[in-house]
């Protein structure tokens, strides 16, 4: 039997902190960035999941369909496009697994600035040529180092605008766009899932639902590979966890940031863990009978979804990218081990 944990928690932010908060972004910052990125994106359809014999209560919200594949156009865009033109003269990075650094790409292309892009030395081969496509200069550096400009946001020498994912209000705000999106597309949702990186897009979807429909619940959807979320809200404050290699890439890290830390509490309501190859599952799932490509961190929510933990009413799972590697899903069809 897979162990999962389905915790409820409301911990206030620690009163010694002294890291500054990430602020979460009001409904008027999220409207007025769905309007920013009007032109720019695609507003995602909202489709009842397909499987004979199974749920009639689960929906998907394709964010794969977005033009760069992820939903990470939206965020990446929203801060860019807010951002001051003299900041970005000498151009734009940031610290990325594969999709925030194709959002960075896509937009950089569209304002005609250079981009650079700082990838772990595990990053999927396939999102590094995407990135490449959209011309953006990529970086590698070893996953501890890495990490310390994802924590720090920003490099020590490098002279352009650090495009945060994570913590920007305006990159949330940006993410928050999809959350008025499902709320016109399902006005009696119960339930929204959302894969954890960082914690931008589950906390940028919460601040518009909170907003907007405030009896929903707001699940993270992890994988046994990396588990910050729950043991964050397990232990109360961030704590380190292991993360395991996986082909789950974009979801996991090896901690909940200190800034997201209160944001995070007060906004998620639980955790579902679902096994590495559960999340397979769902990704074949979704191919083989919905027609919809996903990558791993795409498909956790579904694979939350489907282990049952997260009781009844109708469920929102966000498919948040499609970038999937193409030897990973030949593996996965073939229910090969990945």
């Known amino acids: 039997m897979t162990a999962r944990c389905y915790c409820f928690v409301l911990v206030a ?7 500054e908060i990430a602020k979460s972004p009001t409904l008027d910052d999220i409207r ?15 489709l009842p999941l397909y499987i004979r014999g199974g749920p009639d209560n689960v929906f998907l919200k394709l964010e794969n369909l977005q033009p760069i594949g992820a939903f990470k156009v939206r965020c990446m865009g929203n801060a860019m496009l807010t951002a001051d033109k003299d900041d970005l003269r000498h151009g734009v990075y940031t610290a990325s697994s594969g999709n925030a650094g194709l959002g960075l790409a896509w937009m950089a292309d569209i304002l005609g600035i250079s981009a650079r892009v700082y990838v772990s030395d595990t990053a999927p081969e396939g999102k590094l040529e995407a990135m490449r496509r959209f011309g953006a200069e990529i970086r590698l550096l070893t996953v501890d ?8 946001s920003c490099h020590p020498t490098d002279p352009g605008f650090y495009v945060d994912a994570v913590r920007s209000p305006s990159a949330m705000a940006g993410n928050g766009a999809i959350g008025l999106e499902i709320a016109e597309q399902l006005s009696d949702v119960d339930r929204v ?19 907007l429909k405030p009896d929903v619940k707001m699940i993270v959807a992890e994988s046994d590979a990396a588990t910050p979320v729950t043991a964050a809200l397990e232990a109360g404050r961030p704590v380190p966890v292991t993360v395991k290699s996986s082909f789950i890439s974009g979801a996991g890290a090896p901690s909940v940031l200190e800034e997201m ?33 996903a990558e791993g961190a795409g498909a956790i929510a579904l694979a ?29 069809l073939n229910r090969q081990p990945v």
Do not use: Y
């Open 13 to 19: 932010h620690r009163a010694d902190m002294t890291t």
């Open 32 to 46: 007025a960035a769905a309007e920013r990125l009007a032109e720019h994106i695609v507003q995602t359809p909202l």
């Open 145 to 152: 180092d890495w990490w310390k400009i994802i924590v720090n």
């Open 193 to 211: 899932i959302v894969p954890f990186g960082g914690g931008g897009v589950a906390c940028g979807i919460a601040a518009a639902m909170r907003a």
């Open 261 to 293: 830390w209160p944001l995070v509490s007060q906004l998620v309501d639980g955790t579902i863990v679902s096994s590495v190859t559960e999340v397979a599952d769902a990704v074949r799932l979704l191919l083989e009978q919905n027609h919809i490509v």
């Open 304 to 332: 939350a979804a489907l282990s049952g933990e997260g009781g009844t009413g109708k469920t929102v799972c966000v498919v948040t990218g499609g970038n999937i590697d193409r030897r990973v899903l030949s593996k996965i």
